[in-house]
Structures are given as structure tokens and as C-alpha cells.
């Protein structure tokens, strides 16, 4: 998360003070951005060894845990909020994620990149797969096992029992409430136990 303006759209969303757990927090500029601005505590997961270091740099309490073997090592209710910013595109089992999400967590913020932003839609009606700045990667080499889209991710939520309390678009750093699924490139969401 280099963008300095989503950074600040997500840790809006964020309660002063509140006690986060970041799931696949990159090298901890939302944590260290966190903890400055919004008085936060918490802990961070990462499984790469490079950003592992840069969290313990930042002085970020980080653990290295591989996100597919479940958060069993936490307890129910053990933060306010649970972070999940770029990492559901990434897991192979993205309900159970989301279960485990709300289950140690008493709200969660879920940011992804939106694959039904038009310039996607686009590129697939011209027979080739996206890349972008937020789908950098060609098809064959990235490390995005699924896509999503904004309007995808409301029926789950529904499905899975998550009630959205909040969730709009963001698209190079302007918040976009209206007709996110076409116009932004990332669908972010606040979801509270249904």
C-alpha cells in the first residue's frame, strides 16, 4: 500500500484507538501509519521474509504466519478491527478467511482490486486479460490466484452472514460511492458481525 492517499481512505475507516490485526501487511506503512495518526496497537501478518524485515524496521509487532492455516492461534473478539487490504486475491479459501476475519475480529476493513472497473471490462472485451496499475502482472506470471468484483464481494458478505456498514470505490486516491463496480479500480468494505 504505496498510495499515500488510499492509506488515508482506509485508516479513516479506522476507530481511535483501536486494537488491529493487519492479515498480510505488506511492509507495515498502513500498521506505522496506524499507530501515528490513529493511536492504533496491533499486530501485523506477513509471510514474506523481505517485507517481514521492513515491518520489524518500522518497529511493527509482526508475526509470520501463512494466512492459509486459519487463525486459530487467536482468540474470539481478540481485536476491534481485522485488516485485510490486497491479500483475499491471494488465498486459496476465501470464505473460511472471511469467517476466521470476523470471528477474531469484532470489524474488519476488506480492500481489493476490482476486477469489473471498466477499463478490465475493456480489455477482456478485447480478448486480452487486464494489466494495470492495479493488475500490474500478465496473466501467466501473477501472483493473484482470483479476481473479484465490488459487486461480487456484497453477495458474499450477504451469503456469509457480514453486514456491510460501509463501502464505496477508490480510484487513484478519490473516494467513489457511486457506481463503484464500473468506475473504481479498488472495492473497499467495513463489514460488522450480521
Known sequence: MSDRLTLESIARLVPVGARVLDLGCGDGSLLAHLRQHRACSGYGVEIDDTKLQACLRRGINVLQLNLEDGLAMFEDN???????????????NTEVMLRET??????????????????????????????????PYQWYDTPNIRVGTYTDFEVLAQRLGLQVSDSFGLHEGRELRWAPNWRASTAVFKLVKG
Open 78 to 92: 481478540s481485536f476491534d478491527l481485522v485488516l485485510q487490504i490486497d491479500t483475499l486475491q491471494h488465498l486459496r
Open 102 to 135: 470476523a470471528r477474531v475480529g469484532r470489524q474488519a476493513i476488506v480492500a481489493f482490486p476490482n476486477f469489473a472497473h471498466w477499463p478490465n471490462r475493456l480489455r477482456v472485451l478485447q480478448g486480452r486479460m487486464p494489466v494495470t496499475k492495479r493488475l
